[in-house]
């Protein structure tokens, strides 16, 4: 049956290839999609599946039911775009000013698409069903993810595999890891508020800026001396905010920023020991403050056996030459809520651009993909979902597998 499916998609390249330069040529930002979903559900409605709209908002889920009852696995893409100007000078480059897929969105729901195709041609020879999730607002917390959760799209699931397409690694890679794979990702908003004044006459100002900027070199320590070295953080202050004239001492400073971290006690460490440092700086100073801090995503935490299940069936799967076992990455995402929910996986697809001087990475203006990769990600995905469908969950008898080829 797989090599079946292998063969269908294959058949299908060009078709995936045309849906992720369409997408690509019309993105849509996060909260504000509505005609990609349109186009997705209409994608799915063709092929006969039954279709729910506006899930957790602009969500949308589709699900192909086999010709035998058994397990549902459920597929994950994401289909939201980045506020960024593209760069790149190609026939599909974005057609919307300052708004760009420029993190591999569009390709996933075009390996989703593609693979929906491929199954609903072998649907009769399923066992169970297939949950094809497309999930909005990836990039913005609170994301899609959440909420799509709460409004059902894993009811009834038994397992959830995805994948990122990653551009900074070599096409035909695959990369697992069991366990933490992505970081929290949190963000910070802090206003020092000093006394504002005349250039020339320091003495009678609270001076908001210098106060901001010793406070940023205190951030510092929260990691390098708060945490234990075993552990991993990071807190970034991303921007600087108070406009003035040269000759004006600011009045306030607004500072935001992001902090990742794997564990629940070093993520509550960080927050509290921001607060601290927040607090001593500004009381030393003589300044005021108000102090946010928002969690957006909780870690992706790979479930063991799903990895390992992924991990063992790749090699044989067309187009990959080599697994990995990846680092952690300190970048969020909100597959993350998926497995808290149900088990299973989030592995990462290399997609490296062949025959480019310079790889961009993820949220660069520049950023491509290889698109043979997505042929890649689709068989993987699809050999994941075929093999746990007609083993009835991860572990594979020797009888399995003579069904499986």
Not at 99 to 112: E, F, N, R, S, Y
Not at 216 to 242: E, H, K, M, T, Y
Not at 301 to 329: C, D, R, W, Y
């Amino acid at each position: 049956m797989l090599d079946k499916l292998y063969k269908l998609l294959e058949d299908n390249y060009n078709e995936i290839v045309e849906i992720r330069r369409h997408l690509h040529m019309h993105p849509e930002l996060s909260f504000e999609e509505v005609e990609t979903p349109k186009y997705i559900a209409a994608f799915h409605e063709k092929l006969g599946h039954e279709v729910r709209e506006g899930v957790g908002g602009r969500g949308v889920v589709a699900t192909l039911r086999g010709g035998k009852p058994g397990k549902t696995v459920a597929l994950r893409a994401d289909f939201d775009a980045l506020p960024i100007q593209e760069e790149n000078d190609v026939p599909y480059k974005s057609k919307t000013p300052g708004v760009m897929h420029a993190c591999g969105h569009d390709g996933h729901t075009a390996t989703l698409l593609g693979l929906a195709k491929a199954l609903n041609q072998l649907k009769d020879e399923l066992t169970g069903s297939v949950v094809f999730i497309h999930q909005h607002a990836e990039e913005y917390a609170p994301g899609g993810a959440v909420a799509m959760v709460e409004d059902g799209c894993l009811d009834g699931v038994d397992v959830i595999f995805g994948t990122h397409i990653w551009a900074t690694s070599p096409l035909g890679e695959i990369g697992y890891r069991s366990g933490p794979a992505m970081a929290a990702a949190d963000r910070f908003h802090i206003t020092v508020q000093g006394k504002g004044g005349h250039g020339a006459q320091p003495h009678l100002t609270k001076d908001s800026i210098a106060i901001a900027s010793q406070l940023v070199v205190n951030l510092q320590q929260v990691v390098s001396r708060r945490i234990d070295p075993l552990d991993s953080a990071v807190v970034s202050v991303g921007s600087f905010d108070s406009i003035n004239a040269f000759n004006v001492i600011a009045d306030s400073v607004k500072l935001t920023g992001t902090v990742r971290t794997f564990k629940e006690e070093v993520r509550t460490k960080v927050e509290n020991e921001i607060r601290r440092i927040v607090e001593g700086t500004c009381l030393a100073a003589d300044a005021e403050f108000t102090y946010q801090f928002l969690r957006g995503y909780p870690p992706t935490v790979n479930h063991k056996e799903e990895t390992e299940f992924v991990a063992e069936l790749a090699p044989s799967v067309p187009g990959v030459i080599k697994t990995v076992e990846a680092q952690p990455q300190m970048g969020g995402e909100d597959f993350a809520y998926y497995l808290e929910k149900v088990p299973g996986t989030f592995f990462f697809t290399g997609a490296e651009l062949e025959g480019r001087e310079t790889t961009y990475p993820h949220h660069h203006p520049k950023f491509d993909i290889e698109e043979k990769g997505l042929l890649v990600a689709a068989n993987v995905l699809g050999a994941a979902a075929v093999k746990y469908l007609i083993n009835g969950g991860v572990q594979q008898t020797d009888k399995v597998k003579a069904e499986i080829v």
